[in-house]
C-alpha cells in the first residue's frame, strides 16, 4: 500500500522541519542592514496594473534612499501563471533563487489553478513561498473607525491545512484523506510575535481562535502553546474562542469592538481574515504580511481578478490594498522608515474618500489612483 509509504514519509519530512525550527536564530535587524533589497513581483491577472502604481509611487517616496543605494527595488519577473504552467513549477527554480536574492518582497497577486478548471493542479504559488520563505506570521490590520474597531490579526502561516495541503492521497475511488500539522515550534513562534505585537503596542487583549473541541490534537495543541505563552505576558487579558462563535463576534456591533488581537491557526486565520476585510469595506482595501525570520513578504489580501482582465476592465483593478501592503513593508523596515509609512497612509487614506474604484470598470482608474497619489506625496 503506497499510500503508507508516502505518510511515512510526510511524517519523516514534517519532523525535520522541527529540527530545522530549533535552529532558527531570530529575526533581521534592518535597521543596521547596510543595504536592503526589495523585490518586486508582479504576479498575474491585475497584479501588473496595481504593481505599476505601487512601483512608481515607492519610487517617488524612496527616492533619497534608492539614490544613496541603501534601497533597491528589484524587479522579480517569471511569476504568471504561464511560466509557471509552461515550466510546471509552482514557483520556478530560477524565480525561486532571484526572490531568495532579496531581504523583501511586495508581491500582486497570483492565480491558483482550481480543481476542474482544465489547468494542471499547481499548488498555490502564496503557500509555496510562505513555505520556502519560512513565512510563519500572517499579520493582518483591519480598521472600521466609525465602529471603533482596530483589530490585527496573527494568522498562523506555514501549517494546519496549508503544510501538507498538496499531498493529501485519494486512498480509493470511494475516499480522500487530506492532512493537518500543529507543531510547538511553529505555533510558539506565532504567539510570541503575537503577544510580542500586543505588548510593544499597548494592546490589552489577545483573542486565541481554535476549534479545539473537535481538532483535539492539532488545535488542542495550538491553543495549549498559546495559553503557555501567555504566561510570559501577564499584563494581557487572553481569551479563547471557537472559531464558528468568533465568526459571529466579529459582526455582534454589541461585543466586536472589545477585540485587539487574534491569534489563529492557518485557515481560520484565512477565513476569519476575508470576513474582517470584508466588514472594513472589502477584501481589496485590507494588506497582509508575511513575517519570517529572514525574508517577508508584503501583499495584497485579494486575488488576480482574472474576470476583470477577461472582461477587459483590468485598468479598473484598485492598486490600494497592494499600496497597503507596502506601507506595513516600510513599518517592518524599522522605526527610520515610519515616517514615509505616516506619510503614505495619510495619501492613501484621502485617495479613499476621494476615489470611487468599485472594480466594475466604471469610476477612477488605477493610472488616476497613482497620479492622485504622486501628485500628494
Ligand atoms: C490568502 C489567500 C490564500 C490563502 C490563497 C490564495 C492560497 O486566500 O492569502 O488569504 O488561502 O492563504
Ligand atoms: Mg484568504
Not at 484598485?318 to 497612509?345: T, V
Request: charged content about 30%.
Amino acid at each position: 500500500m503506497s499510500y503508507m509509504e508516502d505518510f511515512a514519509k510526510i511524517v519523516k519530512e514534517q519532523l525535520d522541519r522541527v529540527e530545522r525550527m530549533k535552529e532558527d536564530t531570530g529575526a533581521t535587524d534592518f535597521a543596521s542592514k547596510e543595504k536592503i533589497i526589495i523585490g518586486m513581483i508582479d504576479g498575474d491577472g491585475i497584479g501588473p496594473v496595481i504593481m505599476e502604481s505601487a512601483r512608481a509611487i515607492l519610487k517617488k517616496l524612496l527616492a533619497e534612499e534608492i539614490e544613496t543605494g541603501r534601497l533597491e527595488l528589484r524587479k522579480i519577473q517569471g511569476l504568471t501563471i504561464e511560466n509557471r504552467i509552461e515550466k510546471m513549477e509552482t514557483v520556478p527554480g530560477d524565480v525561486l533563487a532571484a526572490i531568495k536574492q532579496c531581504d523583501l518582497l511586495l508581491k500582486g497577486p497570483t492565480t491558483t489553478p482550481g480543481r476542474g478548471d482544465g489547468r494542471p493542479n499547481l499548488e498555490s504559488a502564496n503557500v509555496t513561498l510562505r513555505r520556502e520563505l519560512d513565512l510563519f506570521a500572517n499579520v493582518r490590520p483591519v480598521k472600521i473607525p466609525e465602529k471603533d474597531i482596530d483589530w490585527i490579526f496573527y494568522r498562523e502561516n506555514t501549517e494546519g491545512e496549508y503544510a501538507l495541503g498538496s499531498r493529501g492521497v485519494d486512498i480509493s475511488e470511494d475516499m480522500s484523506i487530506d492532512f493537518k500539522v500543529t507543531t510547538r515550534q511553529g505555533t510558539e513562534r506565532l504567539a510570541r510575535a503575537a503577544f510580542e505585537y500586543a505588548r510593544a503596542n499597548g494592546k490589552k487583549n489577545v483573542s486565541i481562535v481554535t476549534k479545539a473541541n473537535i481538532m483535539k490534537k492539532t488545535d488542542g495543541r495550538f491553543l495549549s502553546i498559546c495559553l503557555q505563552v501567555a504566561e510570559e505576558y501577564q499584563e494581557i487579558k487572553v481569551d479563547d474562542w471557537y472559531v464558528d462563535i468568533m465568526a459571529a463576534n466579529l459582526i455582534d456591533d454589541k461585543i466586536n469592538s472589545g477585540f485587539e488581537v487574534f491569534i489563529l491557526p492557518n485557515l481560520y486565520g484565512d477565513i476569519i481574515t476575508d470576513e474582517a476585510a470584508q466588514m472594513q469595506g472589502g477584501v481589496g482595501t485590507a494588506g497582509s504580511a508575511n513575517i519570517g525570520n529572514r525574508y517577508a513578504m508584503f501583499e495584497a489580501i485579494h486575488g488576480s481578478a482574472p474576470r476583470m482582465i477577461e472582461e477587459g476592465i483590468g485598468e479598473y483593478a484598485n492598486p490600494a490594498s497592494l499600496c497597503r501592503a507596502a506601507i506595513m513593508m516600510l513599518r517592518h523596515m524599522g522605526s527610520g522608515f515610519s515616517n514615509k509609512a505616516d506619510r503614505l497612509e495619510k495619501v492613501l487614506d484621502q485617495a479613499a474618500e476621494d476615489l470611487n474604484m468599485p472594480g466594475d470598470g466604471t469610476g477612477n482608474t488605477a493610472e488616476e489612483f497613482k497620479a492622485f497619489v504622486l501628485e500628494r506625496l
